[in-house]
Structure formats: C-alpha cells, structure tokens
C-alpha cells in the first residue's frame, strides 16, 4: 500500500533542515574572504565621503531655523535650543551622503559621521542654498545610490549563488529605485497618518496617544520585518517589485523567528562594531583601518542575507512540493 501524503511531508522536513542564522553568517564569510573585492565599493563611497568634497547646507538649514531663534513667549527658551540643534546639524551636514541609500543600498561609516576635517585638512565645501537645488539634488543622488546599491548587491548574489542566472544589472537597478522610492513615500504617508492618529488620541487622553504612538511605531517596525527580503528577491531572483514584496512577505511569515534572530544578529552586530569603527579621529589615517573593517564587516552581514534568503526559499519550496 502507497503511503499517505502526510508521511512524505513529514519526512522531508525531519531529514531536511533549512538553513540557520549562524551557518548564513558563516557562508557570508567565507564568500567574502575569498573574494575581497566583493568590500570594495562601500569603502571606495567612505573614502569619498571622508577625503572628498561636501555638498554643504547650512545656510539652507539656518534659513528654516531662524523662525525657531527668534520666537518669543513661553515656548521661546525650547524653540531656541531645537533651532541650535538644527543649526549644527546643519553646518556638519553632507548632502552627498544620500548616495548611501541603507538599508538597501551601499553602506557607509563617513555618511552618518559626516566629518569636518580629515588628515588632509578641512575639508572642501560647497555650500547649496536653494530649497528647490537642495531637493533636486537630494532626489538625484539618492537615486543614484539606490541603482549603485543594486549592482553592489548583483555581485554579492552572483557570488553566493555562482551558477545562478542573474536577470540584467540595469533592469534591478530600475527596480531598486522604484522600490527605494515607494518606501520612502509610503513611509511618508503612513508616519503622517500615525501623528495624526496620536493628535486626535492626546486630545482625548494623553495616554492614549503615547498608546498610539507605540501601536503605530509597532505596525512600521513589523511591516519593515516583512519586506526586508524585497531587493533580494528583485537582485537574486529578478522579480518585478511588487512580486517580491509578496514573496518576502510570505517567507518571513513561515521563517518569523530565524529572520527575527538573523535581523537581531545582524543589526546588532552592526551597530556595535560602529563604536569599534568610530573611535579612530577623522583627522587621523588610522580610520582607514575602521572604514576596512566596516566594509568587510557589512559586506558579510549582507551576503549572509543572501545566503540565508536562498537557502529558506528553495527549503521552503521544496518542502511545498513534497507536501
């Protein structure tokens, strides 16, 4: 007598296992150690950030904080000190560093340190005052790091999965900026649908805006989880954008708590060899050992990603045929 389908089911998954958070890092590794030029374009973006030329904002920034100097009344000792804050933000500010579009472009040391000095001296200013010149351009050079981002990540698929076919370069790029895009809009959309949410719950209660404001912040975080495997389905699979939002979605859904522990592993890894990375001064040529690291170190994470991705999605559907 044939066996049951059940049975066939549960021996694929009892002799198969899918792949885990620790054996993607390590396959992450071992793709970038053999293959050191895999690191090379986050270091290349952070050696510009750091040696070239900025593209200032300052006095656009003074311009908006101007209003918040001069208000007067109750409110005037904390409008000052918010506009102090913006204002120096301001004259620190690169807007070249757009072109490091994270989390699904070209990750970067210098674009969050933004330094005013290197061992060169200080550093060669540009200073752009038009609001609509600012936008232009922040819209220009985010783009660009969106599509420099998807070819970044074409070669780390192409080297975790060597015999796979890869869809064209330029098509993933298009769509990397598309995606890149629609998050930021929707973001946009839904953080302004939360604060009004939070005003119309604080008007009732208090409470009950803090309550909102967390419940809110919540959704975006677990929405964030669901869709991080979007650029590796449209980098490793050549999915349209829409199709692999839907297929990170439901990846996440059937591996919630190996993506949860990868994302912890990873992320928090990353953020704490950024205290390792930081402590070199920026006038100092030792912090080219930090920009080293961190491009070694986030070059790996990301493989790992990629490795991990793969390995659940074809475990994943391997595991539907046998059922």
């Not at 200013?125 to 010149?133: F, L, Q």
């Not at 389905?233 to 708590?257: D, P």
């Not at 930081?278 to 790996?300: K, N």
């Amino acid at each position: 007598m044939a066996p049951a389908p059940s049975h066939g089911r549960i021996s694929f998954v009892a002799e198969s296992k899918p792949i885990g958070v620790f054996s993607s890092l390590t396959a992450g590794f071992d793709q970038v150690a053999s293959r050191p030029f895999l690191f090379i374009p986050p270091l290349v973006l952070d050696l510009f950030l750091w040696l070239g030329p900025h593209l200032g904002i300052a006095r656009f920034v003074e311009s908006l904080a101007q209003p918040a100097l001069q208000t007067e009344g109750l409110v005037a000792e904390q409008a000052s000190l918010i506009g102090q804050v913006v204002e120096d933000v301001g004259e620190s500010f690169n807007l070249l560093s757009a072109l490091s579009t994270i989390p699904i472009g070209i990750p970067s040391l210098m674009a969050g340190r933004m330094p005013l000095e290197s061992p060169l001296g200080l550093v060669n200013r540009v200073e752009v005052v038009e609001p609509a010149r600012v936008l232009l351009i922040w819209i220009a050079l985010s783009g660009i790091g969106l599509a420099l981002g998807a070819y970044y990540q074409y070669w780390i698929a192409a080297a975790v999965a060597p015999d796979a076919e890869l869809g064209p370069g330029w098509m993933a790029a298009l769509r990397m900026v598309g995606f890149g895009f629609l998050v930021f809009v929707g973001g946009l959309v839904a953080g302004f649908m939360v604060l009004i949410a939070i005003a119309l719950a604080t008007l009732v209660l208090p409470l009950l805006g803090t309550g909102v404001f967390f419940l809110g912040f919540a959704l975006l975080f677990w929405l964030a989880v669901y869709l991080v495997f979007t650029p590796h389905g449209i980098i490793r699979y050549n999915q349209g954008v829409v199709r692999a939002m839907f297929e990170s979605f439901i990846l996440v859904r059937w591996n919630l708590l190996s993506t949860v522990g990868y994302l912890g592993v990873a992320f928090g890894s990353y953020w704490l060899l950024n205290y390792v990375w930081d402590l070199p001064s920026t006038t100092s040529w030792f912090s080219i050992l930090a920009l080293v690291g961190h491009a070694f170190v986030a070059t790996t994470l990301l493989a790992g990603s990629y490795a991990y991705y793969q390995g659940r999605r074809e475990w994943l559907a391997a595991a539907r045929r046998a059922a």
